[in-house]
């Protein structure tokens, strides 16, 4: 089994951090990669199953000449102030290739470290060839220890015929820190888009908007996303999905609870092409004063397609929680539960291990109150 690198420079309090993530820290079993970046410091990069690389970018890009067609192509350079701040610094993250008909036993894992107050910038490749299939695990976190800092992110992902692509991003950062990804995706004919987004601890700020662009035939894309902002944190994300070619259907859906902070959860479904179908669920919950916008939009530009949106933001129903207490529970246990189950969405294509992991950030959050 590979040996791990760099984990060993992150103290135990921070590893336990980064555990709720979705991070192996101690090694490889039950991974088919792993990467390690501590601010811009690449520790460790590297696969353990055949047909599927994880490279350094610098190093991928001097590997495979043809890889400058996917660099800086579905999330262009200028697109925003936090874009064009990566585009001019000395390229950091990873390029994950699952070759052609490759299949991971294991979860792949990412871990973005930010270690004292800076600013990390990453820009990120995955590509998935035709037939192939992977699992990606992206935990990001910061250390107990930093008390500002941000995070820039670009990921470009590209989803090949018939191939399978489940991604899952778990946040972890501190509550001072500010959080600006920018990731786009393509899914070609028979490809399966997952993506999972978890946010549960006080973050500052984060502010993200993924898109997947559904070029072939019979593609696919889900998006999941739970979210937790308590005082302090302003949370503004969603998900984006174009619809450019028939039979190709996307989900948008949505759990977010406001505790005393700020949440706009955005769902856009834009239809480019007959025969194509989507949907966007928001659910929220507001527990004490705080802000939460729901803003679902959907866009259809042709006949012959299938759009629809459901959004509702309340808070917890009381003849729910007394129904619960009837049955022996205390106002307090029975207000657990209830946001538990309303938390409480199963991502489809999630192994059991990670699923537990994201049950524990929930207890985590549970214990810390909502």
């Known amino acids: 089994m590979p040996e791990m690198k760099g984990f060993d420079e992150i103290s135990a309090e921070d590893k336990e951090r980064l555990t709720l993530t979705g991070i192996n820290t101690e090694n490889m079993e039950g991974r088919s990669g792993s990467f390690l970046l501590v601010n811009d410091h690449v520790y460790h990069a590297g696969s353990a199953e055949e047909g599927i690389e994880t490279l350094m970018i610098e190093q991928a890009l001097e590997k495979y000449e043809w890889l400058k067609d996917y660099f800086w192509n579905i999330v262009p350079a200028d697109k925003d102030e936090y874009t064009k701040y990566v585009a001019e610094r000395p390229q950091r993250g990873y390029v994950i290739i699952a ?15 930010l270690q004292g107050d800076t600013i990390q910038a990453v820009h990120n490749i995955v590509i998935a060839e035709e037939g192939s299939e992977i699992h990606l695990i992206a935990g990001c976190a910061s250390s107990m220890d930093t008390k500002v800092g941000a ?8 989803v090949g015929k018939n ?18 990804p920018r990731t786009c995706t393509v899914v070609e004919e028979g490809g399966t888009f997952l993506s999972n987004y978890v946010c549960m601890k006080p973050t500052k700020m984060v502010q993200m908007y993924p ?33 450019q070619a028939p039979n190709t259907s996307a989900e948008l859906v949505t759990r977010a609870i406001t505790n005393g902070g700020t949440i706009i959860s955005r769902g856009a479904v834009v239809a480019e092409c007959p025969k194509t179908k989507g949907h ?9 004063d705080g802000v939460m916008h729901a803003i679902p939009e959907i866009e259809g530009h042709v006949v012959d397609v299938e759009l629809s949106h459901e959004a509702a933001v309340g808070k917890i129903a009381r003849d729910e929680i007394e129904y619960l207490m009837a049955r022996g529970l205390s106002e307090e246990e029975a207000t657990a539960t209830i946001i538990r189950g309303f938390l409480d ?15 524990a950030a929930i207890d985590s959050a549970d214990n810390e109150g909502y």
Not at 151 to 158: A, D, P, S, T
Not at 163 to 180: C, L, R
Not at 280 to 288: H, Q
Request: glycine letters at 12%; a positive charge; aromatic letters at 10%.
């Open 151 to 158: 995070h820039y992110g670009v990921n470009e992902i590209y």
């Open 280 to 288: 966007i669920e928001c659910r929220g919950l507001i527990l004490k």
């Open 163 to 180: 191939a399978k692509v489940t991604s899952t991003m778990i946040h972890t950062w501190g509550e001072e820190v500010e959080v600006f």
């Open 211 to 243: 898109t997947a662009y559904l070029k072939g035939e019979g593609a696919v894309a889900r998006f999941s996303g739970v979210v937790v902002a308590g005082t302090g944190s302003y949370v503004d994300t969603g998900s984006r999905a174009v619809l």
């Open 99 to 113: 070759h052609k008909g490759a299949k991971a036993t294991f979860p792949l894992q990412s871990c973005m470290f």
């Open 345 to 359: 969405i199963k991502i489809e294509g999630l192994p059991p291990a990670l699923q537990k992991q994201i049950d």
